[in-house]
């Protein structure tokens, strides 16, 4: 199964967000017609407004990477908010596609719905075979159950839609806010207000043990893409960069970016979160996608977009 994306209305939910801006780019460079409203035009929350919008717009492709999403502070913080937001979200997206009998949907999961202590590398078959990580659990149900609903549509009236999981993101666009961000843009903004500031240290979280793998926002668009062209299976498909480092690591690294000069210092009183998380990614790459920004270069990319783009930062 293959077909070509030009001239095809195509839907992008969270367009203005880290992985919908990287989508938008690789979709417009396929010469597909985009739909890209921002959340001032379309809150996907209001079930009447979304099933109006589709209704108005009849896309024939539909990609939802919208959703509340943030580090282990946010989570932990707001529990119910990430689970309820999270399902209405993607439930109002995918009921509406439904009706409007859109052709196409990729379902944007989470490598975070994988158990705990899943084996890793973490293939696909892993999913719903243990716990799940606490600090996050209340947003992975709601992937999960985006992630069911994907596949109930597809057994019980036959659509050809599809679920990715990306790994760990970052990107030109990521959310810099210490109370909400991942991993790497609150390492880059930490990093670099110390630099600013001329900071002795600095505090992260954790032991710096559990490695993570890492995928730019540019690499993850090519592989949802690839997906939608080429993949059409009830099972989720992952995608990410094949190799991990542990956040000790992350963190030099991102200091030699940055070039701070200062000290590192952990506060093993506070959560580390999953051990491991690197995903098997043998499905996406015999699609013949394969990722092309390393970790430096993709931090180097991101922190000189932070610079140039967050007004709250200073230079």
Not at 38 to 53: I, Q
Not at 83 to 89: D, G, Q, T
Not at 186 to 207: I, M, N, Q, Y
Not at 250 to 259: D, G, H, K
Request: aromatic share 8%; charged share 25%; glycine share 6%.
């Amino acid at each position: 199964m293959e077909f070509s994306l030009a001239d095809q209305k195509t839907l992008v939910a969270g367009a203005y967000g880290l992985v919908g801006r990287a989508l938008v780019k690789e979709l417009e460079d396929a010469n597909a017609e985009m739909l890209t409203p921002p959340h001032r035009e379309l809150d996907y929350t209001d079930e009447v407004a979304v099933r109006t919008y589709f209704q108005d717009h009849r896309p024939s492709i539909a990609i939802f990477a919208a959703a509340r999403v943030g580090g282990i502070v946010a989570n932990m913080t707001a529990p119910t908010e990430f689970l309820v937001e999270n399902l209405k979200m993607q439930m109002n997206f995918l009921l509406a596609a439904h009706q409007s009998n859109v052709s196409r949907v990729v379902f944007l999961g989470s490598s975070c719905i994988y158990p705990r202590l899943a084996q890793q590398p973490i293939s696909e078959s892993a999913l719903l075979t243990g716990p799940l990580e606490p600090t996050n659990s209340a947003y992975a149900m709601a992937k999960l159950s985006g992630i069911e609903l994907v596949k109930s549509l597809r057994s019980q009236h036959g659509r050809r839609w599809i679920s990715v999981l990306p790994s760990n993101l970052y990107g030109p666009g990521d959310n810099f806010n210490l109370e909400s961000s991942h991993v790497v843009p609150a390492l880059l903004r930490k990093f670099h207000e110390a630099k600013v500031h001329d900071s002795p240290h600095v505090e992260l979280w954790g032991s710096g043990r559990p490695r993570r793998e890492f995928l730019h926002a540019s690499d993850a668009a090519r592989g949802i893409v690839a997906c939608l062209v080429k993949y059409d299976d009830d099972e989720p498909i992952n995608v990410g960069f094949g190799g991990d480092v542990t956040i000790k690591e992350l963190a030099e690294t991102v200091r030699s970016v940055v070039e701070y000069r200062g000290e590192t210092v952990w506060n093993t009183t506070r959560p580390d979160g999953v051990p491991q998380k690197l995903l098997d990614s043998s499905k996406i790459r015999a699609l013949g996608w394969e990722p092309t920004v390393s970790l430096e270069v993709g931090l180097m990319d991101t922190y000189r977009w932070m610079i140039e783009n967050s007004t709250d930062i200073r230079g």
